[in-house]
C-alpha cells in the first residue's frame, strides 16, 4: 500500500519570505514523487517530481523540492513568497513497479500575505 | 493541445437517477485516469486505462461507477442509481506513458450534486 501525509492542513507566510510545504510518504517500491497546484476553479496543475538523480529538483515558477529517502520526506520549497503562490498544494506518490496509480495527500493550502 | 476536457463541468441530479461523464485527454496520452475529490480531500484513484484496456480499478469503486475508453481515446465514467454520497468532483487526468515517470494532466472536473 502507499500513502502520503501532508502534516499541515494550511501555511501562513509573508511575501519574500521563503517557504515549506511538508509531505512525507510510504510506499513499497521505489517512489516517484510530485507536487501539483491547484488554484481556485482550476484543475490540478503539475508543478515538479523526482524521479531518480539529484534529491534537489526544480520545477515551475521558482518552485523545488528536496527528496530525503531516510525521512521519507518530499518537502516543497521556494526561497522567496510571491502573494500569486497563494493556492492548494497536493503531494503525490507512485510505487515505480505501479504504473497506474498515484496517491494524493489531502493537500495543504498555502496563503501568502502581502 | 487543447489540454483535457471534461463534459459535463456540473451536473445535478435525484437520487437513483443514472449520470454519465466525459473525458477527452490529450490526444497522443495513452493512459487516461479517473479520480474522485471531496471537499478538504486530496484526489483519490477510481480507475485507469492504458489504450482500451482497464488496468486497474479501485476496490473502493462501487458496482455502480462503471468506465470505459472504447477506442482508446475518450472517456466515460458512469455512476447508476446514484446516492448523496456520490456527490463529489470527478477528475480526470490523462499522461504518455512512455515508462511509468510521467505526471499527470488533469481537467477541471464535473461536479456532481445527488440531491
Known amino acids: 500500500a502507499q500513502s502520503v501525509a501532508q502534516p499541515e492542513d494550511q501555511v501562513n507566510v509573508a511575501e519574500g519570505n521563503p517557504l515549506t510545504v511538508k509531505c512525507t510518504y510510504s510506499?513499497?517500491?521505489?517512489?516517484?514523487l510530485f507536487w501539483y497546484v491547484q488554484y481556485p476553479n482550476r484543475g490540478l496543475q503539475f508543478l515538479l517530481k523526482y524521479i531518480t538523480g539529484d534529491n534537489l529538483v526544480k520545477g515551475s515558477y521558482g518552485f523545488e523540492a528536496e527528496f530525503n529517502k531516510s525521512q521519507t520526506s518530499f518537502h516543497l520549497k521556494k526561497p522567496s513568497a510571491l502573494v500569486s503562490d497563494s493556492a492548494l498544494y497536493f503531494c503525490?506518490?507512485?510505487?515505480?513497479?505501479?504504473?497506474?496509480?498515484?496517491?494524493f495527500g489531502d493537500g495543504t493550502t498555502l496563503t501568502v500575505k502581502p | 493541445d487543447t489540454g483535457v476536457s471534461q463534459n459535463p463541468r456540473h451536473k445535478i441530479t435525484k437520487r437513483g437517477q443514472n449520470v454519465t461523464f466525459r473525458c477527452d485527454p490529450i490526444s497522443e496520452h495513452n493512459r487516461l485516469y479517473w479520480y474522485r475529490q471531496t471537499l478538504g480531500q486530496g484526489p483519490e484513484f477510481l480507475t485507469y486505462f492504458q489504450n482500451e484496456a482497464q488496468l486497474e480499478k479501485s476496490r473502493l469503486l462501487s458496482d455502480r461507477f462503471s468506465a470505459e475508453r472504447p477506442k482508446g481515446s475518450f472517456s466515460t465514467l458512469e455512476i447508476q442509481r446514484t446516492e448523496q454520497g456520490d456527490s463529489a468532483m470527478y477528475l480526470c487526468?490523462?499522461?504518455?506513458?512512455?515508462?511509468?515517470?510521467?505526471?499527470?494532466?488533469f481537467g477541471e472536473g464535473s461536479r456532481l450534486t445527488v440531491l
Open positions: 503525490a506518490v507512485r510505487d515505480s513497479t505501479n504504473a497506474g496509480k498515484s496517491t
Open positions: 510506499v513499497s517500491g521505489n517512489p516517484y
Open positions: 487526468a490523462s499522461s504518455l506513458a512512455v515508462d511509468n515517470t510521467g505526471e499527470l494532466f
